[in-house]
């Protein structure tokens, strides 16, 4: 008897204290899942916005008014170019191309660097070489880039012949990917 009353008092114990300490557990638990999944729903605009080396890209983005729409579902790919590759172009032409009287043509400029779906860098260097060496990439905007590889890098070539190197690619991201580009690609 002295044996079942200590038994039912353990039971009754690890009821009450148990119950807290799992709630607290399964808190904590839920508290780290939570934000495991908002750091992989950030979308393509909030992963570009948490790199310093795409502070003009972010603001060229909000200036064009096109923030909205690359936090749309999609799937997209973006091919973003860096700080210093905003850097490359003649002098004066981004201040010029933040003006709100050039909204167009920044938005034509920022949606050549847009391809509708999802493409890895896998798919694109399986796509180059399927394709005798370019891949053909049809931009948001409606033009073209070509994609073609040399030695281990590939290349982005716009309809003006400039050649961008893809040099960090598979940026993940809710609503499709991010490849970082060392030049601006222009329509």
């Known amino acids: 008897m002295k044996n079942c009353i200590a038994l039912v008092t353990s039971i009754m114990m690890v009821a009450l204290l148990g119950s807290p300490l799992q709630a607290q557990y399964d808190g904590k638990a839920k508290m780290k899942k939570e934000k495991t999944k908002m750091m992989g729903e950030k979308d393509i605009v909030d992963v570009a916005a948490s790199s310093k080396m795409h502070t003009t890209l972010v603001a060229a983005v909000k200036a064009a008014g096109l923030v909205e729409t690359l936090q749309q579902p999609g799937p997209f790919t973006v091919f973003a170019p860096t700080n210093a590759a905003f850097e490359k172009l003649p002098e004066g032409t981004v201040a010029t191309l933040l003006l709100e009287e050039n909204k167009e043509k920044l938005q ?80």
């Open 108 to 187: 034509a400029l920022l949606t050549y660097h847009v391809v509708p779906g999802k493409i890895t860098a896998d798919q694109v260097v399986k796509a180059i070489k399927a394709n005798d060496g370019t891949a053909t990439l049809t931009t948001v905007n409606g033009a073209e880039l070509k994609a073609i590889a040399e030695g281990n890098a590939v290349y982005l070539i716009d309809e003006n012949g400039n050649r961008a190197q893809v040099f960090k690619t598979d940026l993940e991201a809710s609503n499709g990917t991010i490849h970082v580009i060392d030049t601006v690609v222009m329509p």
